[in-house]
């Protein structure tokens, strides 16, 4: 059972390039997000998709767009990216609902020059 | 506003001994409440949740929680600490005024001794 995928594991972009992060979940969720992690910070909700065809602004959206391309895949795109975008990009799904947990990729590593 | 604050970035125990990871919470709501284990270059894994009834739960691994309302705490224990329990633990908390999003904390690392 692969749960939640995300490619690619690692990236280096330079400043004003632009990119998509893919996330895939193939438990049947409703619910998507992209989370941020930085060290000492926790996770910051980015975006996320309360179901197929909607998707809301989380805590720190500003220079990210993304697409829920369908129930499975929900990806996140840097338009032209900056350095203080440097971190590590979580995809994660649940059920539906806040009082579901959420399953997790193992990230994405992104590093902005 | 939902808000979690986790006591300690960093615990150091010896194998063997308590683990205790403090997990503090605001909601102006009943909530619902996760710890989560993050280890090195993987994602976060739930360890157990709060939802309603029982106010102690009992998750993964030996590890447990107790709810205390009249203390807006959720901290994490485990009796006997194993080298393998070495990673980040994060606590997070939901509730209905935040639609479906989840507030985490900043984590504790936890740190096993030999």
């Known amino acids: 059972n692969a749960g939640v995928t995300q490619t690619p594991k690692f990236q280096v972009l330079k400043t004003g390039q632009s990119m998509t992060l893919q996330c895939a979940q193939d438990?049947?969720?409703?619910?998507m997000y992209w989370y941020r992690q930085d060290p000492g910070m926790g996770l910051r909700l980015i975006y996320y998709s309360a179901s197929e065809g909607t998707t809301d602004k989380g805590e720190v959206p500003n220079g990210y767009n993304v697409s829920r391309l369908n129930k499975r895949e929900f990806s996140l795109r840097l338009e032209s990216a900056a350095p203080s975008q440097t971190s590590v990009y979580f995809c994660?799904?649940?059920?539906?609902?806040?009082?579901?947990?959420?399953?997790f990729g193992d990230g994405t590593r992104l590093s902005i020059l | 506003a939902q808000s979690v604050t986790q006591l300690g970035s960093h615990v150091s125990v010896s194998e063997g001994a308590l683990v205790l990871l403090r997990c503090n919470y605001s909601s102006s709501v009943p909530p619902y409440l996760f710890w989560y284990v993050q280890y090195p270059n993987q994602g976060l894994q739930l360890l157990l949740k709060y939802t309603t009834g029982a106010t102690l739960v009992k998750g993964i691994n030996g590890f447990e929680a107790e709810f205390k309302k009249s203390e807006t705490s959720f901290h994490l224990t485990k009796p006997s600490a194993h080298m393998s329990d070495a990673a980040e633990y994060f606590c997070a908390v939901s509730d209905d005024t935040g639609g479906f999003k989840t507030i985490f904390g900043a984590g504790t690392r936890l740190f096993v001794k030999a």
């Open positions: 994660a799904s649940s059920t539906q609902g806040f009082n579901q947990p959420q399953h």
């Open positions: 438990m049947n969720h409703n619910s």
